[in-house]
C-alpha cells in the first residue's frame, strides 16, 4: 500500500480531519455483514481518529473495537464491533493523514537534483518514521516532535533507520541544513541525543559519504561514536549520489578511485576490529566503493545476512552468488540467438566477467553494453536509473533477437519505466523481443541461454530507488 502526501479529507459526518478510504472488504468479515462495501471510509476506531495503520492495528489490539465507517458522500455511516477477529478491511493507503516530509535542505538531496517530467511520487521528499518503520526507509528524524518519540517508544516501532551521515553535530547541521520553521522540537536535530532517546528501538543506520566532507578521520569519529550504541544493529556507508541536474545547490563531487579506496580501507579495518572485539563487523560498504576502487568484493559471509542489502549493500555480491558453472552449460543452441543485456556503467564490467562462461556455447551471441544515462546524466551509473529513453537511444531497431534489461528499471510490479515508457513501448519501438532478466545471475543466464520468462527478481545492477519503489513507497 502507498503513503499518501496529503490527508484524505472525504466528507463524513464525525467531522475527522482525515479517512481511511476502504479499498477491499473481505467477503464473510465482520465489515461485509455490517454493510461496508469498498469505496467507503473508516473514520474512527474506539472514537480515536486512526492515523496511519499502525494506529488501526494497535487499537485492534485491544481485544475489542467499535468501527465507524462512513460512505463517500459522507451521508450514511455504520458503526460495527470485533472481538478478537479481523474486522476484514484493506485499505487504499498506510498513512491515512499525510506523509510527514523532510524539514531539511541536504546539499546532497537526491530530490533537489531530479530533472522534470517524471512521475510525481518521485519528487516527495518522505522523512516519515512511520514509513521507516513499515519499509525500511531511510530518516533523519529531524521533524519528530515529542509526540512523536513517545509513540514510537510505546508502540515499540522498531526497527528504524536512521540516516545520520555524522555525529558531529556541527558538521551534520551544516550538511542537513534543517528549516528552522520545519523543525517541532530542537532536540530532534542533535542526533546523539535522539540515539539515546531511542535507546529500546533497534535503529539500522547509514553515512551518505562525501569526499573530504564526512569521510576520512570524520568517518572514523562517526562509526566510533555509532557502534558505541547498542541499539545500532548495523551501519552502512554509501557514496553520495549526483545527477547533472543540480541547479543553485553546493559543489558536490563524486569518489575517485583513490578516495573509494581509502574509503574501503578504513572500513575493512573497522571490520576486522569489530569482528575480533565483538564477533559482528556491524559497518558496512555500499557495494559502489568497491566497484569504484577497483577492489575485490567481499564473499558472501562477509556480508552477515545482507541486512542492508536495500541500501546497495552487497546487492552485486548477491547477485553474482558462487558464479556460473561452466559444466552445466550446454554446447550449443538450437538455433542462432543474439542477446543484448544493458545495464548502468558501473555494473557493466562485473555483468561482461560474470557472463563470460557463456561465450563457449556455440549459436549464441550475446553483447553486454553499459548504457550512458543521458536522462540524469553520465555521472550517474547505476542500472536502476535508466529511463526507456535512454534504451532508445542507444539500441538500434532489430539489432538483436531479445533484449533484456534490469528489473530494477522497472517500477516494481509493473512493466513501466521511469520515464513512464513501457515495455510495450520498447517492444514496438525497437521490434525485437524486450524482457527482464532474473533475480540472480544463473536466472539471468537461464534467461539468455533458453529464453526470457521476464519479471521474476528484483535486479541486475542495483538501486535503492527501486527497492523503495517495491514496498509501495512514493
Not at 329 to 345: F, I, K, M, S
Request: with cysteine.
Amino acid at each position: 500500500m502507498p503513503a499518501s502526501l496529503k490527508p484524505t479529507t472525504r466528507a463524513n459526518p464525525f467531522g475527522a480531519p482525515f479517512v481511511a478510504p476502504i479499498r477491499e472488504v473481505v467477503p464473510g468479515s465482520p465489515a461485509a455483514r455490517a454493510g461496508v462495501v469498498a469505496g467507503w471510509s473508516l473514520v474512527r476506531v474506539n472514537e480515536r481518529w486512526v492515523p496511519d495503520v499502525l494506529a488501526y492495528r494497535r487499537e485492534l489490539a485491544r481485544g475489542a473495537a467499535t468501527l465507524d465507517v462512513c460512505d463517500e458522500s459522507g451521508e450514511r455511516s455504520v458503526r460495527f464491533e470485533v472481538g478478537w477477529e479481523d474486522p476484514g478491511l484493506e485499505f487504499d493507503e498506510v498513512i491515512f493523514d499525510g506523509l510527514r516530509l523532510c524539514a531539511n535542505k541536504c546539499e546532497f538531496c537526491y530530490v533537489h537534483q531530479m530533472p522534470k517530467g517524471f512521475r510525481k511520487s518521485l519528487y516527495v521528499m518522505d522523512d516519515d518514521f512511520r514509513t521507516s518503520f513499515l519499509y525500511g526507509s531511510f530518516v533523519t528524524l529531524t521533524n519528530l516532535g515529542e509526540d512523536d518519540v513517545q509513540r514510537i517508544l510505546d508502540e515499540q516501532l522498531s526497527p528504524l533507520y536512521v540516516s545520520v551521515h555524522s555525529t558531529d553535530e556541527e558538521l551534520r547541521a551544516d550538511m542537513l541544513k534543517w528549516w528552522r520553521l520545519k523543525v517541532r522540537d530542537r532536540r530532534s536535530t542533535r542526533i546523539r541525543d535522539m540515539l539515546e532517546r531511542l535507546a529500546p528501538i533497534d535503529l539500522f543506520t547509514q553515512v551518505v559519504a562525501q569526499p573530504g566532507r564526512n569521510d576520512g578521520a570524520a568517518l572514523d569519529a562517526t562509526i566510533a561514536d555509532l557502534v558505541a550504541y547498542p541499539n545500532v544493529q548495523a551501519v552502512a556507508v554509501v557514496p553520495v549520489g549526483l545527477t547533472e541536474h543540480r541547479r543553485n545547490l553546493p559543489a558536490v563531487r563524486g569518489y575517485s578511485e583513490a578516495e573509494a579506496a581509502d574509503v574501503v580501507d578504513r572500513v575493512e579495518a573497522w571490520q576486522a576490529r569489530l569482528l575480533r572485539e565483538r564477533g559482528s563487523r556491524l559497518v558496512f560498504l555500499a557495494d559502489e566503493f568497491y566497484l569504484v576502487a577497483g577492489r575485490r568484493l567481499p564473499e558472501p559471509e562477509a556480508y552477515e545476512g545482507f541486512t542492508m542489502l536495500e541500501n546497495g549493500v552487497g546487492m552485486v555480491r548477491d547477485f553474482l552468488g558462487d558464479g556460473l558453472d561452466a559444466l552445466a552449460l550446454p554446447d550449443g543452441l538450437a538455433a542462432p540467438r543474439r542477446v543484448l543485456c544493458v545495464t548502468g556503467a558501473l555494473f557493466a564490467p562485473v555483468l561482461r566477467a560474470a557472463l563470460a562462461p557463456l561465450a563457449g556455447i556455440a549459436g549464441l551471441e550475446l553483447e553486454v553494453r553499459a548504457l550512458v544515462n543521458r536522462t540524469f546524466g553520465a555521472v550517474t551509473t547505476v542500472a536502476g536509473l535508466l529511463a526507456g529513453r535512454d534504451v532508445l537511444t542507444q539500441v538500434r531497431p532489430r539489432e538483436a533477437d531479445v533484449l533484456l534489461l534490469s528489473p530494477s528499471m522497472l517500477k516494481y510490479g509493473t512493466e513501466t519505466l521511469l520515464d513512464d515508457r513501457s515495455l510495450s513501448d520498447l517492444r514496438r519501438e525497437l521490434d525485437m523481443v524486450v524482457a527482464v532478466g532474473g533475480r540472480d545471475l544463473c536466472e539471468l543466464a537461464e534467461a539468455i541461454v533458453y529464453g526470457a520468462e521476464g519479471g521474476r527478481g528484483p535486479q541486475f545492477g542495483y538501486s535503492t530507488h527501486a527497492v523503495k519503489e517495491a514496498a509501495g513507497r512514493p
